[in-house]
């Protein structure tokens, strides 16, 4: 921390202190690109909050988050994002959920081999900025994913093992890895923690899955942390030998875990840069969202958009032929693809005036895919 004082590389801090110039609380404003929808948006992330401990539950935090928002929203980042240390917190703070990652824990016996690795290699030196540009490309093409100038080289090359994928010369994948001890009494056997592992095509992870399939010697089990929930398929035998079996017989074969949380800051802000749909919609509607929002007042009350073909825009006020009642945290999470509208309304959390159109604003404003991110902050 002493050192980004004096030289921010991951961003700024901002301090809460008191009369007599005691610190009691900060929050580091971190400045992202985050891929929303196909767009790079500006995005302000909120990192290492904390509170001095003698003075909890004096509103530090959410002081601390409420100028973070502001400040952002000001500066022209529609959306904000952050790891949780507890969601219920952030979400009255107006977070929503947003990704999700599957922890695999198969044995390398159980990976499907496909006789083939000859296209990886280890990355050296020099493939520094070839593997950085790979990755930026990717992060543009996938929902969710973001891009800062200090996290992403540190967050691929601070870990012991990156290893390339190339075909014709070109990068087509890439994972990062390390050894995880797995008993305190040998150092015979680990396991293998992949942290990311991001390709172009499936021959890129056959390759992949055959130099794990290979380990079997001496790793006792490779941990993918995956945003992929169907990447079982690449194992016969996808138990994750953590013995929770359900029923005395139906095992565990991944361990679901949360990312981040995402939160729409400026409503106006937001709308001007996303002004396509998902898809077609079938007719031309005016949707009035009736948002909620406790800390940005300027969100709350209701905003009235367009959406005709592929597009849909802010306009004046209604007549509306359908309302969306939702707090600032749901609303955040369906753009974002979270979950469905369709879920939303299953479960009570956003409420619809015309349950016929639910398709229809969904692919207004929601989006089919489940945001990706590799990125912890």
């Known amino acids: 921390m002493e050192g980004?004082?004096?030289?921010?590389?991951?961003?700024?801090?901002?301090?809460?202190?008191?009369?007599?110039?005691?610190?009691?609380?900060?929050i580091l404003m971190m400045d992202f690109?985050?891929?929303?929808?196909?767009?790079?948006?500006?995005?302000?992330?909120?990192?290492?909050?904390?509170?001095?401990?003698?003075?909890?539950?004096?509103?530090?935090?959410?002081?601390?988050?409420?100028?973070?928002?502001?400040?952002?929203?000001?500066?022209?980042?529609?959306?904000?994002?952050?790891?949780?240390?507890?969601?219920?917190?952030?979400?009255k703070m107006g977070y929503g959920v947003c990704n999700e990652n599957t922890l695999y824990a198969p044995k390398p016996c159980y990976i499907r081999s496909y006789g083939d690795k000859s296209g990886l290699s280890y990355a050296r030196g020099g493939d520094r900025e070839a593997v950085l540009d790979y990755y930026q490309g990717y992060a543009k093409r996938t929902h969710g994913a973001t891009v800062h100038h200090y996290m992403d080289p540190h967050r691929i090359f601070d870990m012991p093992y990156v290893v390339l994928c190339r075909r014709d010369g070109r990068i087509t994948g890439y994972l990062t890895f390390e050894f995880v001890p797995v008993d305190h009494y040998t150092d015979c056997y680990h396991d293998l923690l992949v942290r990311e592992m991001i390709y172009d095509d499936a021959d890129t992870l056959r390759q992949f899955m055959t130099f794990f399939a290979s380990q079997a010697d001496q790793i006792e089990r490779v941990r993918f942390l995956s945003p992929d929930p169907d990447l079982h398929?690449?194992?016969?035998n996808p138990d994750s030998g953590e013995n929770r079996a359900h029923d005395g017989c139906i095992q565990e074969m991944g361990r679901r875990t949360m990312g981040y949380m995402c939160r729409i800051l400026d409503m106006e802000g937001y709308f001007k840069l996303q002004g396509h749909c998902a898809g077609p919609v079938d007719r031309a509607f005016v949707l009035e969202l009736q948002v909620e929002d406790e800390f940005i007042a300027e969100n709350s009350g209701s905003w009235f958009l367009r959406a005709a073909g592929d597009r849909v825009e802010l306009t004046e006020r209604g007549p509306a032929q359908v309302t969306l009642r939702t707090g600032i945290a749901a609303l955040s999470s369906l753009v974002m693809g979270a979950y469905s509208l369709r879920q939303a309304v299953e479960h009570g959390i956003i409420g619809i005036s015309d349950p016929s159109y639910i398709p229809y604003v969904q692919n207004a404003i929601g989006w089919p895919e489940k945001p990706v991110n590799y990125t912890y902050f």
């Open 33 to 91: 690109s985050l891929n929303v929808r196909g767009v790079m948006t500006p995005m302000g992330a909120a990192a290492y909050v904390s509170t001095n401990f003698l003075h909890k539950k004096e509103h530090i935090a959410r002081t601390l988050l409420e100028v973070l928002m502001r400040y952002y929203a000001k500066a022209g980042a529609p959306v904000s994002c952050l790891h949780p240390f507890n969601p219920a917190f952030y979400h």
């Open 4 to 26: 980004e004082l004096r030289r921010p590389d991951e961003g700024r801090y901002l301090g809460c202190f008191d009369d007599d110039g005691t610190l009691l609380g900060s």
């Open 233 to 236: 398929m690449m194992f016969t």
